[in-house]
């Protein structure tokens, strides 16, 4: 068997990263427009700010696509001839997930993408089966139903419709990541627990961290979502673990972590562009969760 050096797998992540819409514009900025490697960088980020702020405005990016599956107000009961279906936009290829299968195989990258997959389905509206997840990833249900039974040992509910009456926001990965870095893991603790990488923990926590400062600051959801770029349903992701943990030790413990954590980005982005309001500050945080 032929082993990829960590070089070669660098290389090779380095390669798909460049074949982005974000990259192709950029290039084509340059090519086409005379524009230095930086000025392209800024056309690209100012393009995203000005036309695609707004969640709902926000175009396929490249690995993604549209899926109907039932909506999460239809009972795990109810026959599925007679349910109403939501369109979802599912990212089937992301440019991280080439570390993910260098760093866990097969079957780590196919559960990297299960959470991804029913996370950003039930943030839509909607609810994926495990038929659905199996269809999507190219393996039968078996597999899914044992990656599903993996995740419910170490405490997280993947958010199918046969899951509906057990997800609540302390059950997804994110919500029990936030849950152990409260309680008083650190990350690279809380990432071994629930066996995600570090860096989805950190991002996870500063996400978490940007909805607290903001709510703090009487932001209502829609424009916490305009704010970091994300949909006013991840938000509301966030802030349902808040209002779960919000009396909790733990969390009084973290709070000026959080804020820290928070104010820190909204005045480097201030800084960035001379603003002088997280409000109009969605730029570098253009869809991330």
């Known amino acids: ?20 819409q974000e990259q192709r514009l950029a290039k084509l900025a340059v090519e086409g427009a005379g524009l230095s490697p930086w000025e392209a960088d800024e056309l690209v980020e100012v393009v995203k700010e000005v036309f695609f702020a707004e969640p709902q405005n926000q175009p396929l990016r490249s690995g993604q696509m549209f899926y109907e599956c039932v909506e999460t107000s239809e009972g795990a009961g109810k026959p599925l001839r007679e349910c109403r279906l939501a369109r ?36 839509q509206g909607g609810l994926l089966s495990q038929e659905d997840l199996a269809r999507l990833l190219h393996c039968d249900v078996r597999t ?5 039974r993996a995740f419910r040992e170490i405490q997280i509910i993947v958010a199918t419709r046969g899951q509906q009456k057990d997800i609540g926001p302390g059950v997804s990965h994110r919500g029990v990541a936030i849950r152990h870095w409260i309680d008083g893991d650190d990350t690279p603790e809380v990432a071994r627990k629930i066996n995600h ?28 979502a305009l704010t ?20 909790s030790p733990g969390f009084k413990r973290r709070l000026q972590e959080l804020e820290i954590i928070g ?10 562009k001379g ?15």
């Open 275 to 289: 603003g002088p309001s997280p409000r109009a500050n969605a730029r570098n945080a253009w869809r991330q969760p």
């Open 228 to 247: 970091m770029g994300i949909s006013v349903a991840g938000v509301k992701t966030y802030l349902e673990v808040l209002a779960e943990h919000r009396n």
């Open 144 to 148: 899914i139903r044992r990656d599903v």
């Open 197 to 224: 990488s570090l860096a989805a923990v950190e991002r996870y926590i500063q996400a978490f961290a940007r909805v607290v400062f903001l709510a703090q600051h009487k932001f209502d959801c829609f424009a916490t």
């Open 263 to 272: 104010g820190k980005f909204f005045e480097a982005e201030d800084f960035q």
């Open 88 to 123: 979802v936009v599912l990212t089937l290829h992301d440019p991280g997930d080439i570390n993910e299968a260098n760093k866990s195989g097969a079957d780590g990258l196919r559960r990297h993408c299960i959470l991804r997959l029913t996370e950003e389905a039930r943030e």
């Open 1 to 20: 068997m032929i082993k990829r050096t960590d070089n070669a797998q660098a290389e090779q992540a380095r390669r798909l990263r460049i074949k982005t």
